[in-house]
């Protein structure tokens, strides 16, 4: 089974600044997709990134960027320019991208709360 | 991208009743799930609804307690049967769209409260 590993329950970042939250995952798969999701107080699960096993190139969107570690099975989450709503939980996810009982499942992390400080 | 509904948004209920708690999708979806998120926890997968069949549970998630039902493409229910204090969650529907195998979309969650 895979899991998904968030060390830092906490994180805090000054607003304008860079964080950076970390993520480690185990799988014995070799094609599977990589996931942040952010949770404000909202609920509401959004999507802040993807990145696809077979892709060597790490995804960004805007802000946000992904350092994609394959062999050390690492996929941490870099927000620049950071800004008083990025405040919110941040999960990692991991999810199969082979087929079987495993499609479709996401697995998350513990999730990092993420404090931005004006 | 995929518009999801759920009802209710949150309910406060008596130990020993039961609550289902409807997902509604505004298109057609391959794939339906059940989340629950404990206070202050992370995301765990209840069960996957299959469409006009059983929904596949996973260890620790039985049937009994969390029926669950799929009559057709865009809408499911998740029951929370004879609940405890420890049903106290967050319930989120999860959906993933044929032709969009990258992205999974949530619905705003149900907040449960079992007193």
């Known amino acids: 089974a895979q899991t998904v590993t968030q060390s830092q329950p906490e994180m805090s970042v000054q607003e304008a600044e860079t964080v950076t939250l970390s993520c480690t995952y185990d799988?014995?798969?070799?094609?599977?997709?990589l996931f942040w999701y952010k949770q404000p107080p909202s609920r509401q699960m959004i999507l802040v990134i993807r990145q696809e096993a077979y892709k060597q190139q790490n995804a960004t969107e805007n802000r946000f960027s992904v350092n994609f570690q394959k062999a050390a099975k690492s996929f941490s989450l870099k927000i620049s320019d950071s800004q008083l709503g990025d405040a919110a939980m941040y999960f990692c996810a991991y999810r199969s991208a082979e087929g079987g009982t495993s499609y479709g499942k996401l697995t998350f992390g513990q999730g990092t709360i993420l404090t931005v400080h004006p | 991208s995929a518009v999801i509904s759920q009802k209710p948004s949150r309910d406060i209920c008596q130990r020993g009743t039961s609550l289902t708690i409807q997902c509604q999708v505004d298109s057609q979806v391959t794939m339906m799930f059940w989340y629950r998120q404990q206070p202050g926890q992370s995301l765990t997968l209840i069960a996957t609804a299959n469409q006009g069949s059983e929904a596949t549970y996973e260890s620790g998630f039985v049937i009994d307690k969390f029926p669950i039902s799929r009559p057709n493409l865009t809408f499911s229910t998740l029951t929370v049967s004879n609940m405890s204090p420890e049903d106290s969650s967050i319930y989120l529907c999860?959906?993933?769209?044929?032709?969009?195998?990258?992205?999974?979309?949530f619905g705003p969650g149900t907040r449960l409260t079992v007193t």
């Open positions: 799988t014995s798969e070799s094609d599977y997709y």
């Open positions: 999860s959906v993933l769209r044929t032709g969009d195998a990258y992205e999974q979309y």
